[in-house]
C-alpha cells in the first residue's frame, strides 16, 4: 500500500535556521506509464471518424481531488460525445455501444483505481470540455464544476460518494461554449467565487473555409464574454459579469488561471485566448477589474502579435518571492518574468525554452519541482491543431535563474510516445513525495504518468484547510525558506489547460535535512508561521480561528 501521510500542524511560531541549502540534483528525471496497471481506462471521445470542427479539435481535461476525504486525489476525467448527424461532416458510422461520458475514478491508495463515474452520479451527458472542484458551501466536501458546449453542471458533493446537479438551484446558468474556468475568492468574504470562460459563438452548420484548413477555425466565429458568478455564502450565486467590468470584454478564451499577481493580498484572472489579445482582470479590491495586460506586457506574443495561447500557469520560477507567467501556445511557449510594478518581460528565449517549443503545439502543462532538487521544472504535452498530427512530450529541468535546460528525451519512453493531447492535471496520486501527471489525448486512451525520479532529495506536501478563509485555502501562499532561499507557492483552483491540479502545495527541498520556517498568508489577512515540519511527508496546515 502506498502511505496515506497526513500531519495536523496547528502552530504560530518563531522557526530556527536549519542547514543544507536545496542543491540541484545530478539525478535523472523518470516517468512511466502506469496507465494499464493503474486501471483508468478511459477514451476521450469527439464524437465523429475524424476531426470536422473547432469543437471537435478543442479536446477535454481531468482535474484531481480529494472527493472523500481519504487523503488521496481522485481523477476526474472530461469527454465529448456524438452530437448527431447535421452537426459536423464526420459522424460516426456506428455508434458505440456505450455512449462516451466523463469519468470519475477513485484513488484505491495502491496505484491503482476504481470507476465510481455510475455511483457517484457524474458521468454528465454532455460534450465535455473541462473541470474544476472546490468547497463552494464549505461544508468539508469538495465539489464539481465541468464545462461543456451548450451548458455548465455544477455538482455538489453530498458527502457520501454521490454527487448532486445544483446548477439550476445555484444559480449557475451558463450558455454557449464554456471551457477553461477557475474558483477565486475575489472580494475576500470567505466564500469562493466562479470565472467562468467561454471560448467562441461556435455554429456547427457554419461551413465556409478553405479546403487546407480542413474546417473553420477561431476568427471564423465572433467572440465572447466570460462570466462571472460571486458566492452569496448560501449555496448560491449572483452574476456578476457586468459589474464586475468583466463582461466589457470579449474574447476567445482556452485558458483561465488567478492568482495574486502583484502580491497585494487580492486575487487577479489572466485569460488565455485564441487569436485574440490575452486579458489580464486587476482585482480593484472593492468587486471590479481592470483589464491591464497591455499595459503590463502580457496581452501579446514577442513581436506584438495575436497569438494561440492555450492554458497559463502562475509560478516562481526565479524564488523571488513573485509569480511569473507561463503560457503555452500552437507556436512558441512564453515564460514571462514578473518585474513588479514594471509589468512582465518575456524570457522565453533566454530561458532555454524557446528553440524547442516552435515545433510543436503546446496544450496541458505543469509546473513542478518533478526532481524535487529545489527548482521547478516544466512539463508540457503536445499535440496537432487543426489536423490530428501526434507529437512527443517535452520536459524542461530548472536550473534556476529563470534557466532551464530541455531534457526530454532522457525521461522515460513515455515522454517519446507521440499523442495528440490536450488537457493536462497533477498530482502526487500515491502520496511518495514526487508530483505526477495524468493527460488527456484527444479521441484516444488519456495517459498516467507516474513519477519514478530516483533521488535522494527532500521534500513536503502542505494541504491548506481555512477557517476564516475559505475552507480550501484558495488564493492561500505559503512561503518555505531552507537556509535563506525562498519558495513560495500561492492556493489555485484552476489553471493550464482545461483542468486543474492537486490544490496541495508541494515543494522540493534537495539535500537540506530541515526547513527554516513555513509562512502560510491567509485570504482573511492572517498569516501563519509553521515552526519546524516534518519532511518527506504531507502536511495539514489548518488556520488559526
Not at 470562460?197 to 456547427?204: A, E, I, L, M, S
Not at 509569480?323 to 532555454?352: C, H, P
Not at 511518495?432 to 513536503?460: F, M, P
Request: hydrophobic share 35%; aromatic share 10%.
Amino acid at each position: 500500500m502506498f502511505p496515506r501521510l497526513a500531519l495536523p500542524i496547528l502552530l504560530i511560531s518563531v522557526a530556527i535556521a536549519q542547514n543544507a541549502t536545496p542543491a540541484k540534483s545530478n539525478e535523472s528525471f523518470r516517468f512511466e506509464d502506469a496507465t494499464a496497471r493503474s486501471g483508468t481506462d478511459f477514451i476521450h471521445s469527439f464524437g465523429a471518424e475524424k476531426l470536422g470542427s473547432l469543437l471537435e479539435s478543442t479536446g477535454g481535461g481531468c482535474v484531481w481531488f480529494d472527493y472523500n476525504n481519504d487523503g488521496l486525489p481522485d481523477l476526474y476525467v472530461v469527454s465529448g460525445k456524438s452530437l448527431g448527424e447535421g452537426i459536423h461532416p464526420y459522424p460516426l458510422k456506428k455508434q458505440p455501444d456505450i455512449a462516451p461520458h466523463n469519468h470519475l475514478y477513485k484513488n484505491n491508495g495502491d496505484g491503482t483505481f476504481t470507476d465510481v463515474t455510475e455511483r457517484a452520479g457524474v458521468a454528465a451527458n454532455i460534450f465535455g470540455m473541462a473541470a474544476i472542484a472546490a468547497d463552494y458551501d464549505n461544508d468539508g466536501f469538495v465539489d464539481l464544476f465541468v464545462t461543456s458546449y451548450g451548458q455548465a453542471i455544477l455538482y455538489h458533493n453530498n458527502g457520501n460518494g454521490t454527487f448532486t446537479d445544483v446548477s439550476k438551484k445555484a444559480a449557475i446558468n451558463v450558455d454557449g461554449w464554456s471551457i477553461s474556468s477557475t474558483w477565486l475568492d475575489f472580494d475576500k468574504d470567505g466564500c469562493v467565487d466562479l470565472f467562468v470562460g467561454r471560448y467562441v459563438k461556435f455554429d456547427p452548420k457554419y461551413r465556409a473555409y478553405y479546403p487546407a484548413d480542413n474546417y473553420p477555425g477561431p476568427l471564423d466565429y465572433a467572440p465572447t464574454t466570460n462570466r462571472l458568478y460571486h458566492n452569496n455564502c448560501n449555496g448560491t450565486f449572483t452574476d456578476v459579469t457586468d459589474a464586475s467590468g468583466i463582461g466589457a470584454y470579449k474574447g476567445r478564451t482556452m485558458g483561465v488561471s488567478a492568482a495574486d499577481f502583484d502580491n497585494d493580498g487580492w486575487p487577479d484572472i489572466y485569460v488565455s485566448n485564441d487569436k485574440t489579445e490575452n486579458f489580464l482582470f486587476h482585482n480593484k479590491h472593492d468587486g471590479t477589474f481592470e483589464e491591464i495586460a497591455g499595459d503590463l506586457g502580457v496581452a501579446y506574443g514577442q513581436n506584438g502579435e495575436m497569438t494561440s495561447s492555450m492554458g497559463p500557469t502562475f509560478a516562481d520560477v526565479e524564488g523571488d518571492g513573485l509569480l511569473d507567467l507561463w503560457v503555452t501556445d500552437s507556436k512558441y511557449d512564453r515564460l514571462m518574468r514578473n518585474r513588479g510594478k514594471q509589468g512582465f518581460e518575456d524570457i522565453s528565449a533566454s530561458s532555454g525554452i524557446s528553440a524547442t517549443t516552435g515545433q510543436y503545439v503546446s496544450w496541458g502543462s505543469g509546473i513542478y519541482d518533478f526532481d524535487n532538487d529545489g527548482w521547478l521544472d516544466i512539463l508540457v504535452f503536445h499535440g496537432g491543431l487543426v489536423h490530428m498530427v501526434p507529437q512527443e512530450q517535452s520536459l524542461y529541468r530548472g536550473l534556476g535563474d529563470g534557466k532551464f535546460d530541455d531534457v526530454s528525451r532522457e525521461a522515460g519512453p513515455v515522454l517519446d510516445v507521440k499523442t495528440v493531447s490536450r488537457g493536462a492535471c497533477f498530482a502526487d496520486y500515491d502520496n511518495d513525495g514526487k508530483v505526477d501527471a495524468y493527460v488527456v489525448n484527444l479521441g484516444a486512451r488519456g495517459t498516467l504518468l507516474h513519477n519514478v525520479s530516483e533521488n535522494k532529495n527532500h521534500w513536503i506536501t502542505i494541504a491548506l484547510r481555512g477557517t476564516k478563509s475559505n475552507r480550501d485555502g484558495i488564493g492561500a501562499r505559503a512561503e518555505l525558506t531552507v537556509n535563506g532561499k525562498k519558495q513560495i507557492a500561492e492556493r489555485v483552483a484552476g489553471s493550464g489547460y482545461l483542468s486543474q491540479d492537486d490544490g496541495r502545495l508541494h515543494f522540493g527541498l534537495g539535500t537540506a535535512t530541515s526547513i527554516d520556517k513555513i509562512t502560510i498568508r491567509w485570504p482573511s489577512g492572517r498569516e501563519q508561521v509553521v515552526d519546524n515540519p516534518a519532511l518527506d511527508r504531507v502536511i495539514t496546515v489548518e488556520e488559526p480561528k
